[in-house]
């Protein structure tokens, strides 16, 4: 099976602060998605790439910023945190997103202080 | 553009029952729909998918859904809810262009009740 990995299940942080948060996935999958979830909200799209150094805009990209350095590794940047940016952070990757959907990973519940 | 709406924030059932969770869709083009579904502290999981094809698709844990292009719609079904079926659910809606990102519904909370 596909396997997405975030590396924190919960993280608190100070307003201001610089947050990476990282996703693996081991499938050598090219598309790979950031979204944050909301309760009521759904899931709104911050990020996506769909190959080694390239990344796209989602439609809520104000305030992170991405990296994708490696193929298997895509990262999420929150250049200065705020409180609104507390909420619960999903990783997916996917080799046809269209066609077959995505994998995700269990989340990141980050909370800004 | 594509866009979801699932009808209903919150849905409760008795154990046994019929399920029913709406999701209506809009898409210029012809979509690929999704149904995921995710347990407290989870990420998504796919239950279903319709790409092409038989428009009656079955999913994992006895769901199914029907995919009715003259009512742009795709409700998730299953015949008895069982206890284990309380989640949150989305309905996704993807195109073949753009990376085939999907857009997500707001979620829909089953409530399963004994």
């Known amino acids: 099976d596909v396997k997405v990995t975030q590396s924190s299940r919960y993280l608190v942080k100070r307003t201001g602060e610089k947050v990476f948060l990282e996703c693996v996935q081991d499938m050598d999958h090219e598309n790979m998605f950031w979204y944050r979830q909301d309760p009521g909200l759904g899931l709104r799209l911050i990020y996506f790439s769909y190959d080694v150094k390239m990344k796209e805009k989602g439609d809520i990209p104000e305030g992170y910023s991405v990296s994708r350095e490696k193929k298997e590794r895509f990262s999420l940047i929150l250049e200065s945190a705020s409180t609104n940016q507390t909420s619960m952070y999903l990783c997916a990757s996917s080799l046809s997103p269209a066609v077959i959907g995505y994998t995700f990973g269990s989340g990141t519940r980050l909370t800004v202080v | 553009a594509q866009s979801v709406t699932q009808l209903g924030s919150h849905v409760s059932v008795s154990e046994g029952a019929l399920v029913l969770l709406r999701c209506n869709y809009s898409?210029?083009?012809?979509?690929?729909l999704f149904w995921y579904v995710q347990y407290p502290n989870q990420g998504l999981q796919l239950l279903l998918k319709?790409?092409?094809?038989?428009?009656l698709v079955k999913g994992i844990n006895g769901f199914e859904a029907e995919f009715k292009k003259s009512e742009t719609s795709f409700h998730l079904t299953k015949p008895s809810a069982h206890m284990s079926d309380a989640a949150e659910y989305f309905c996704a809606v993807s195109l073949n262009t753009n990376a085939g990102k999907s857009t997500f519904g707001d979620g829909t909370t089953l409530t399963v009740k004994p």
């Open positions: 319709y790409t092409t094809g038989a428009t």
């Open positions: 898409s210029s083009v012809p979509p690929y």
